[in-house]
């Protein structure tokens, strides 16, 4: 059996919105960061296999005034 990895969106303090599923951690990885382009924010990578987060990653948009 293939592992599969959850790419996770977080929505709320402790909720998270199913966004696709990839077969191996580089590729979840990699479109997370064309998620972020597009939709800023922390995004989760679980792991179907031991049912854990494997992976975290923020991008949350800047606020006017910062640089």
Do not use: C
């Given at each position: 059996?293939n592992p599969a990895?959850?790419?996770l969106?977080k929505?709320?303090?402790?909720?998270f919105?199913?966004?696709?599923?990839f077969?191996d951690?580089h590729?979840?990885?990699?479109?997370?960061?064309e998620?972020?382009a597009?939709s800023?924010?922390e995004?989760?990578?679980?792991?179907?296999?031991?049912?854990?987060i494997?992976?975290?990653?923020n991008s949350?948009?800047?606020s006017?005034?910062?640089?």
């Amino acid at each position: 059996m293939n592992p599969a990895f959850d790419i996770l969106k977080k929505t709320g303090v402790v909720s998270f919105e199913w966004v696709e599923v990839f077969q191996d951690l580089h590729t979840a990885e990699a479109r997370i960061k064309e998620l972020q382009a597009r939709s800023p924010g922390e995004y989760v990578v679980f792991s179907q296999r031991t049912q854990e987060i494997v992976g975290r990653f923020n991008s949350l948009p800047k606020s006017a005034g910062e640089t």
